[in-house]
């Protein structure tokens, strides 16, 4: 323990789009608790608007999809070394409570609270040189294999994201997936979808995306405000209409485009739509008479774990062409301007720490 510093530097949220890189003190963990040094941290969209609006309180440490290293384990833990690669998952759920026992994990009350901090009130801590990972966070530790990257392990939490989101969707092999939104996770959505038999009409407004979605095995890439989009996904499904749509992107117009070109009875999966507020007017007997189901999907499943990581660390799912920008720990204002901004040539964004 005696090479760890006494304090380190840390990116603080301080206020509305207010970062400071600050030095802070080194976390100090309890006997059931490790000690990680963060090697990299994805920039996710979440943290961008509690950054951007304010939804809650500073003084925080945020950066929750983080990969690093061991540095020191608590007298009492088992199953981790110092030295071992590790990606880990800042929301646990107790498995024991009556949210758990539906499988409803995301609402589990443990599951809420974050345990894993870099200091102030826990909100994930990997914009930091150390993050204290508290017990109930220890079973969402993964070890990443050494043919594999800081990188990778960082996309462990996002990809269990949607891979959860896709087994809320009631699919035969051979479906036809409507995947709105071609960022980093719309991508994963469409490989994964893809990987499970199904054909996938990608649809973005960006010409790099598209191309990439075709490289992921899309079926068809289609410009989301092209006119024949209707007629593209009548096409490949005999005018049936897609069996499922995934809205990965946070607007409302692609919401209804969606309502339009699903099949009766199909699924329409929001997966963007985290800001609350935003009421949408629809007409209810598309839910009623044409029995389309409009469902959500947040944050990971504990129980896909280790299939998740069989994925990405196998390269079944190579999240590596994904990462294209990568900014040290003292730019992670300009790393979040950019995630927050895509451009053509962004995808997903990491901070590098050490
Ligand atoms: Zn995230
Ligand atoms: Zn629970």
């Known amino acids: 323990m005696s090479d760890i510093p006494k304090s380190m530097r840390a990116v603080v949220y301080r206020g509305v789009n207010d970062l400071r890189l600050e030095t802070v003190p080194v976390p ?15 920039v996710c969209p979440t943290d961008i608007k509690k950054i951007h609006y304010g939804t809650v309180p500073p003084p925080r440490i945020f950066g929750h999809e983080t990969a690093g290293t061991i540095v020191v384990v608590g007298a009492r833990v088992r199953g981790f070394r110092v030295g071992e690669r590790v990606a880990m998952h800042h929301h646990v759920p107790c498995l024991d409570c009556h949210a758990c026992h539906h499988s409803n994990f995301a609402q589990c009350p443990q599951y809420l609270e974050t345990g894993i901090t ?3 009130k826990p909100s994930g801590g990997g914009y930091a040189e150390y993050v204290r990972v ?16 800081f990188f990778e392990g960082a996309m462990v939490e996002p990809v269990n994201t949607v891979l959860k989101a896709i087994n809320k969707l009631r699919l035969c092999k051979g479906d036809t997936v409507l995947v709105a939104g071609q960022g980093p996770i719309g991508l994963m959505f469409t490989r994964l979808l893809v ?14 995306r598209l191309k990439l979605a075709k490289q992921f095995g899309a079926t068809r890439v289609v410009r989301g405000d092209a006119t024949n989009l209707s007629d593209q996904v009548a096409k490949l499904t005999r005018g049936r209409g897609a069996d499922a749509a ?56 504990p129980m896909i ?17 994904l990462i294209t920008h ?22 997903k964004v990491m901070v590098t720490v050490g």
């Open 134 to 149: 508290m017990d109930f966070c220890l079973p969402g530790v993964v070890k990443i294999p050494a043919r594999n990257s």
């Open 326 to 347: 990568t900014y040290p720990l003292e730019q992670a204002a300009a790393a979040i301007e950019l995630a927050a901004k895509p451009t053509e040539a962004s995808l």
């Open 246 to 301: 995934v809205v990965a992107v946070p607007s409302d117009a692609v919401v209804k485009q969606s309502l339009a070109l699903v099949r009766g009875a199909g699924q329409i999966l929001l997966f963007a739509h985290t800001r609350r507020g935003a009421e949408f007017p629809f007409d209810l007997a598309t839910i009623c008479v044409d029995e389309k189901d409009v469902i959500g999907s947040y944050s990971s499943d």
């Open 118 to 120: 870099a200091g102030f």
């Open 195 to 208: 990987l499970r038999g199904m054909r996938v009409v990608a649809t973005d407004l960006m010409e790099a």
């Open 305 to 321: 774990q280790a299939e998740v990581a069989r994925l990405i660390f196998s390269r079944r799912l190579d999240v590596r062409p």
């Open 28 to 42: 100090r963990i309890g006997s059931k608790e490790i000690l990680v040094r963060v090697a990299a941290c994805g």
